[in-house]
């Protein structure tokens, strides 16, 4: 059942009900109010552990309700909690009872699963979207008076963790400009249920940054941005709003100019999500990585892409400008699972085959092994845990997992960072991730991709270039074709492969090396011209 589906099916319900009153539940409504359907209430378990309003609503103790066998229910928070919401629910006489949990998407179950992604589905949104556009112009216009001045455009390229940090090229582009003043914007997580870990990685993450001689700017409390007042702000995930409770998509797109470039190449077949994203439609260009991606953005966008230009992918220039200073001088191999355990994308191999991974580390001393786990990863092992849901490694386990790697002779443990870098210098990526296809591609090295044997029909999960791209790599279904591969492709060095991928390349990428400089060039014409 998709999404406009499921909402025609409770369009008429008299008596919708959000459980939940968080950034989860918050996104619901919006969406659920685009398209003129008004939730009756917001309810949850215990009002002193939650937000007192939100979206106009004041929050409810879900007791106060007096009619809850005739209302429909939303649960709208994590996933760890759905289980015993809905026991509660159904406890207290709910009949009709829906689960939206966030992955990479949102997603409505009932019996049926809904994909609840931010699909625009009306000519008001189109609207909507037309005026974020034309108000554009005026901000252009001040922007233009500025540089008249002789002032310097101050931009903002805001992040979560650096190995979403996409554009460093673009950045080092406009630091050598007459024109622009670029500082990174590094935004504090802390709205995972792990404060202590949002900590350390932001801590990690500031260091690198400023070692790099990077101008960074913390992005840590409700006022951070507007006290940096940027011109410009650039972008790189559409969902940032959820992990970072005081950043607004739509108040920055609105109040500034923003770019957006996303901080992976598409290759997930989840157009909607994609490219009919309002953050994504509303913000003042939006930078497609590939020509094939802008051409679904032509297809799924409500405003046809009007705003989107390609010009390639500023993370991959780092191919042509990033060196290891330092590195081992056996063959390197790249580990890299997915975070999406048993979840409804269900890419991850991780619990399957982890155990696996070290096998080759402990027998294989003459490589070098680096461990490139998701960030999520570990969030996620915490909340299969937490659920009690038959976890095949606890968080510790995971923990102390990571732990092996860094002090083993031939191993490390990769966390935020540039890892083209890494890439680049690889002899093979062990994966079972989306974007890392693409990314890896330029290496010109063969990558071992993990298919999730619980999953079906797993290529039709992929846009026709990430087929592409996976078809030129050596696909393995389980531990002994891993094996095998790796004995083959790695050990012995037989790369059957490599002409193909070259094709591939060149079908899909361009600029590799100057994506950067081309996007800071188009920008300043729209400022100058």
């Not at 310097?152 to 406009?174: A, D, Q, W």
């Not at 020509?291 to 780092?318: F, R, T």
Request: with cysteine; charged share 30%.
């Amino acid at each position: 059942m998709g999404e406009r589906e499921f909402f025609e099916k409770i369009r008429d319900d008299k008596n919708i009900v959000i459980y939940g009153a968080k950034k989860i539940a918050q996104e619901l409504i919006k969406r659920m109010k685009y398209i003129g359907i008004i939730p009756k209430a917001v309810v949850v378990s215990d009002k002193s552990k939650d937000e007192v309003g939100i979206e106009g609503y004041i929050v409810k103790n879900l007791d106060e309700l007096t009619n809850i066998p005739e209302c429909t229910f939303i649960i709208a928070a994590g996933e760890r909690f759905k289980d015993e919401i809905e026991s509660n629910l159904k406890t207290k006489g709910a009949k009709k009872i829906y689960a939206l949990t966030w992955g990479l998407f949102l997603e409505i179950e009932n019996i049926n699963k809904v994909n609840f992604t931010y699909g625009l589905v009306d000519n008001h949104m189109r609207s909507i979207l037309l005026q974020y556009n034309n108000h554009n112009y005026d901000k252009v216009q001040g922007v233009r008076e500025k540089i008249k001045a002789g002032k310097k455009v101050k931009v903002l390229f805001l992040i979560s963790t650096v190995s979403k940090f996409c554009s460093e090229s673009l950045y080092h582009e406009m630091e050598k400009s007459e024109y622009f003043e670029p500082a990174v914007g590094l935004a504090l997580v802390w709205e995972n249920g792990m404060m202590d870990i949002g900590t350390k990685n932001f801590t990690r993450d500031y260091k690198e940054l400023v070692d790099k001689g990077f101008n960074v700017a913390k992005i840590d409390t409700l006022t951070a941005i507007d006290d940096y007042s940027p011109d410009i702000i650039v972008y790189h995930s559409h969902y940032l709003d959820l992990e970072v409770s005081y950043i607004n998509y739509e108040l920055l797109n609105y109040r500034y100019l923003t770019c957006y470039i996303a901080y992976g190449v598409e290759v997930v077949n989840i157009p909607e999500y994609h490219f009919n994203n309002f953050y994504i439609n509303s913000s003042w260009i939006n930078f497609m990585p590939t020509d094939a991606e802008y051409k679904l953005n032509q297809e799924y966008s409500l405003i046809k892409a009007i705003n989107a230009v390609s010009l390639g992918y500023p993370k991959l220039d780092n191919y042509k400008s990033s060196k290891l200073k330092e590195r081992d001088p056996r063959k390197i191999v790249i580990i890299a699972p997915h975070w999406s355990i048993r979840t409804n994308m269900n890419f991850s191999t991780f619990e399957r085959y982890f155990k696996l991974f070290e096998e080759f580390r402990n027998n294989h001393k003459e490589i070098f092994f680096v461990f490139k786990p998701h960030p999520t990863l570990g969030y996620r092992i915490k909340e299969i845990e937490e659920a009690k849901d038959n976890p095949k490694i606890t968080y510790n386990e995971y923990v102390e997992y990571c732990k092996r790697w860094n002090e083993a002779e031939n191993g490390i443990v990769l966390e935020g960072t540039n890892y083209i870098e890494w890439f680049n210098e690889s002899a093979c990526l062990i994966t079972d991730c989306g974007s890392f296809i693409a990314e890896y591609l330029p290496s010109g090295h063969p990558c071992i991709y993990l298919f999730n044997p619980d999953l079906p029909n797993q290529m039709d999960s992929y846009y026709k270039n990430g087929q592409d791209i996976l078809n030129s790599y050596y696909i393995c279904n389980s531990a002994d074709e891993i094996k095998n591969t790796f004995d083959e492709v790695i050990t012995k060095e037989n790369d059957s492969k490599k002409e193909q991928r070259e094709e591939v390349l060149n079908k899909y990428f361009k600029n590799i090396g100057t994506s950067g400089k081309k996007i800071c060039e188009y920008i300043l014409k729209q400022l100058i011209d």
